[in-house]
């Protein structure tokens, strides 16, 4: 993922995370676009 940031857990154990591609620091990337999405945890295994 482009830009990726910081991982967080919610109160429910889920993983989330957030992309920066999104931001104007980036506006020449081809892949611009912002994201917040989480992840499948037990895909990760």
Do not use: C, H, Q
């Not at 429910?12 to 591609?21: I, N, Q, V, Y």
């Not at 611009?32 to 945890?41: N, R």
């Amino acid at each position: 993922m482009p830009g990726l940031e910081d991982l967080a857990r919610g109160p429910d154990g889920a993983l989330w995370s957030l992309s920066e591609a999104g931001s104007k620091r980036w506006l020449g990337w081809g892949t611009f676009y912002p994201l917040i999405f989480e992840l499948d945890v037990n895909a990760l295994r």
